[in-house]
C-alpha cells in the first residue's frame, strides 16, 4: 500500500505557518507500521489543487488531505475535486442538517457561505466530523482513495484517529501489530550513540532510528510482528546496558518530563534559582498539570543584589569567585533549598552569550548545582560552539539530569561526552 | 518564474523533524516578493528522488532542494541528480582541496565518507559554503535549475541568502522592489480586526494580511513597486488609527520583543513575581542577549509560604482573598519591586488549569498586576476555554502589555474582546 499526503493552504505554503500537521500525521502513521512516500504541498489555486489531485491519484492507493474544507472563498478542497473527477458538487442533506442542528443549538446564525461545507462531490462518501463544522469525505480516483480531512489540528487528529486509521486498516488489511519503545539520553553525540549500538544484532523486524531534539538524543526501537514485539523489552535492555549513563528516561520526551513525574509520585519538593538558564528549569516543568503539588518557587536571580537579597549569597563569594563560579551556584542552590525548606533545590549561574565572556570564562561557561538535605553537588561546564538559546537548554538539561541520578540514587556528577566539564 | 521546492529526507518525512527550513525559505521568498508553488516532501530512497527531480524540472523554473548533501550512506542528492540527468558523478577538485584543508585547519581525520562531499554530477556548478563540509551544487535539468542545498538550518540560511537570492535575481530578473510592514495586535480575534480594516481602500500594489501566531495577530502589509512602498508608512498609519489599541508593536514579533527594546533603552529595571505563569514573563525577556541589563529577577512563587517570605504578602491577605485575588497579586508585584527597588515589576496569579478551578474562580481566571514606583494597576481577566499553555502566554502578553502601556504612557487597563475582565 503507497500512502501519500496533500497539504493544502496559502499559509501552510507561504510559511506563515508551518506544518505541524503534516509531521503529526507522519509521525503518528509510522507509529502504526506505515510509511508516507510523499507529501505535497500546495497553496489556494484551483488549477493547483486540481493537478495535484489527478497527477497523485495516478501513483498513490490512499491520499490523505488536509485543509481547504472551510467555509471561505479560499475553501476550495471539494470543488477541486469534483473537478479533477470531471463530476458535480451535490449538497449532502445528513450534513445539511446537521449544520443546521449545530447552529440552532449554539444559537448562531448560519450564513451561506457555512452551506457550501454540505456541497460534496457526487462520488464522495461523506466522513463525520463530531468536532467541528467541516464533514470530511473519500472519492476514489484512478487508483487512489482520496481521503479529505480539516486543517483545524484538532479536528483533523479526530478524524485521522477515530475514521482514516479505521479505513486504511479494514481497507488495505493493513495489521499494525507494531510496538516502539523509546529511549532517551543525554550528553553524548549521534555517532557515539550509534558506534556503542553497532554491535548489537536486531532480530528480525525491528529496527533502531535516532532523532535528534536537542538538548537530547531519543532512540526509537521499533518492532513489526509478534515475534519483534515479543523481544522488545529484551533489546532495550540490551541498549540500556550498551549506552550506560547516556540514559536519562525511557518512553519519555524530555528530561523534564521525567523529572515531573518522579517528583509528583515521590512527594519531594523543589525550588530553583536560576541565573543564565532564567526561568527554563522552572517554566519547563510548570507546563505539566500537578507541578504546583512539588514545585515551591523558582527564582531568577540576574543581579548579585538579587542573588544577596533573596538567595543569602555573601557578598564577599561574589566578589572573591564571581558570579559564575561553583562557590556562588552552591550558596544560590543552599539559600534557595533552605529557604522553604525543600527536598530539593537547582542552581544555575553561567554565561549564555552571545556578550559577557572573558577568557578565563568564556561564553557558555556554566556552573550547575544541586542542593539537598544532605549534600549539596555541583559542576562546571563549558558549552562551547553553541546559541544563547542552546546554552541555556543544555545547562538546564544537566541540572535536570544531576536530579534525576539523585532521585535515582545514581552518581550525580558524570561525564557527558558532548559537553566538556572544568576541573574543580 | 515558477519556483518550486523539495524538502528530502526520512526525519522530515516521518514526521521526527517538523520542517522549519520549509516554512522559513517559503517566508523569506514572500518577503522578496516570490511565490513558492508547490512544495514536495520525499524520504531517502533513490528511486523517489530521481522521480521527483526528473518530474518536477518539468514544470518549473527553479527547484530549491534541501538535504540529503551530507557524507552519510543516507546522503543521495547528489548522485540521484547525476542518475535523474545520466551523467555521471565527478569529484570537484576545489571543493576537495577545501575540505582536506578544512579538516588538517580543525585537527580532525578525514575519513573516506567525507570525500563523498566532492563528488558532483558532471554538468553541477559547485556553490560554496562557508560554514561547513558540503557544498551546494546547481543543475539545470529541462526546464528548470535545481539549486541543491544542505540541511542544517544555518548553512541553508547562508547558502540561499548569498547565493540563492543573487543567482535567482540575475537569472530570471525579478526586481526584490517589495517592503514590508508587520503591526502586531493582542486581545482581539481576526473577525473584529478584519471588520475594522475591511472599509480602507489599499493602493494599487499593496495587500494586507493577517497571521495568527497566539498570543497575538499579526497584520501584514506588503507593497510591490515603488508607489505602493511610498504609500507604505501611510497606510501602515491608517490601519494602525483604525485599531486603536489592538495595536501593540511594530515590525516586532512579540510582545516580549517590544518590552525587551524598550526597557534596554531606557534604563528602567524591571522584576517579576509570577505564579501561574510560572516564569514565562521572565524566560521571554532571557531570551533576549542584553536583558540582564535591565531584567533584576524572577521569583515564581508558586506556593503561598513562597508568597509570603519572599515577597512579603500578608497571610491575612491570603487568608482573606485567597492566593488568586488582586489584592494577593498587588502585593506580590509591591514586593517583587521594592525588594529590589526596581522602576517595575509585574506579578501574576491565576489558576491554568486544567484542575483547581472552583465555582467562583473558574480554570483560566488569572489575576494580574504591575507595581511602578508610583502606583500598582491590577487586573482580574477570564480565559476561557483555553489549554494550560494559552492561559499562560495570554496571561503573560496581558502582563507585559500593561507594562508597554504604562512606559508608553498609555492607560494601562484596556479592554481586549477577546478577553474577559472581572468587574473590580
Redesign the interface.
Known sequence: MKLEMICTGE?V????????N?????????EHGI?????????DRME?LVA?FQERSLHADIILVNGGLGPTSDDLSAEAMAQAKGEPLVENQEWRAHLEDWFSRNNRVMSANNLKQAWLPASAVMIDNPVGTACGFRVKLNRAWLFFTPGVPFELKHMVNEQFLPFVQQEFGINANVALHKILTFGHGESLLASKLEPLALPVGMTL?Y???MPHIEIKLFARGDEAIAQLPQVAEQVKAALGTAVVAENKATLAEEIHHKLYRSGKTL??AESC????I??Q???F????SY?????????N??KV??LGVKPQTLDDFGAVSIQVVEEMARGARS??DCDYALATSGI?????GTEEKPVGTVAIALATRNAVYSQMVKISGRS??LV?SLSAAVAYDMLRRELDNEAVVVDYSSIRRYAK
Do not use: C, H
Request: glycine share 12%; charged share 20%.
Open positions: 499559509e505554503l507561504s510559511g506563515q505557518i508551518v506544518d505541524t503534516a509531521a503529526w500525521f507522519a509521525n503518528l502513521m509510522m510509511e508516507v512516500q510523499r507529501r505535497v504541498t500546495v497553496g493547483d495535484v532510528g532523532r535528534s531534539s525550588s530553583a538558564t532564567g526561568g527554563l522552572t517554566s516543568l510548570v507546563a498539570a500537578g507541578s504546583s514545585l515551591q518557587q523558582g527564582l531568577v536571580t540576574y543581579s543584589e538579587s537579597k533573596v529557604l522553604l549564555a552569550g552571545p556578550d559577557g544563547r538559546d541555556r
